[in-house]
């Protein structure tokens, strides 16, 4: 038990330290069962933590929001997985990367730790400006991470890929700077995007 928990703190502090050498060492083998179980077990991390977090606060727990934590949201995590495995498919084939599908489930799963994190910070905005605060700070450092996976996991060509995350850097500020930010606050937590409107 212990090794695996080390086993996953150095995964971590690969990802985050040396990112061009973890993603560069990924590749196909034929196991893409590990991805989805991975991408399951960090969104159920991720809803229980959350629901953890609604009863401290003091939330009523209904039947519905642990069926929600233990059975949608690490659902949509893997439908998540499959979804952007397709967006970064498309993303390789633009900057000149892998065709592999199996290299962009593996690629993508090894930096699904952060989803619990992503749930757990949404979760503990408050108000309007830690809103945009936790969601400006979470956006940027999955772009940053999606620069990674592309440029070493997927070996796009470094300008092609610049200029995709530059692309998707603009569409987010777009977002951000007009009326759709509340919408996609929305979807992240709803009691802060209320005062936003307030």
Do not use: Q
Not at 5 to 14: D, E, I, Q, W
Request: with cysteine; net charge positive.
């Amino acid at each position: 038990m212990i090794k695996k928990f080390k086993n996953a703190f150095n995964h971590v502090r690969n990802v985050i330290v040396n990112p061009k050498r973890f993603f560069t060492k990924i590749v196909a083998d034929g196991n893409m069962e590990e991805s989805m179980l991975k991408a399951f077990l960090y969104g159920l991390l991720g809803g229980c933590l959350v629901l953890l977090i609604r009863l401290i606060g003091g939330a009523t727990i209904t039947l519905g929001s642990i069926f929600t934590a233990i059975v949608i949201v690490p659902v949509l995590a893997v439908a998540l997985l499959f979804v952007m495995g397709g967006l970064m498919m498309l993303v390789s084939e633009i900057t000149g990367g892998e065709r592999d599908w199996e290299i962009a489930i593996k690629g993508l799963a090894s930096i699904f730790f952060i989803y619990p994190a992503i749930l757990v910070l949404n979760a503990l905005a408050f108000n309007c400006v830690s809103m945009w605060v936790i969601s400006l700070l979470v956006d940027i450092y999955i772009l940053f991470l999606f620069y990674n996976i592309s440029l070493y996991c997927m070996r796009g060509k470094r300008g092609n890929v610049i200029l995709v995350i530059g692309v998707l850097a603009l569409f987010l500020l777009t977002v951000y700077m007009t009326d759709y930010r509340i919408g996609w606050f929305m979807l992240k937590n709803t009691s802060a995007t209320l005062a936003c409107l307030l």
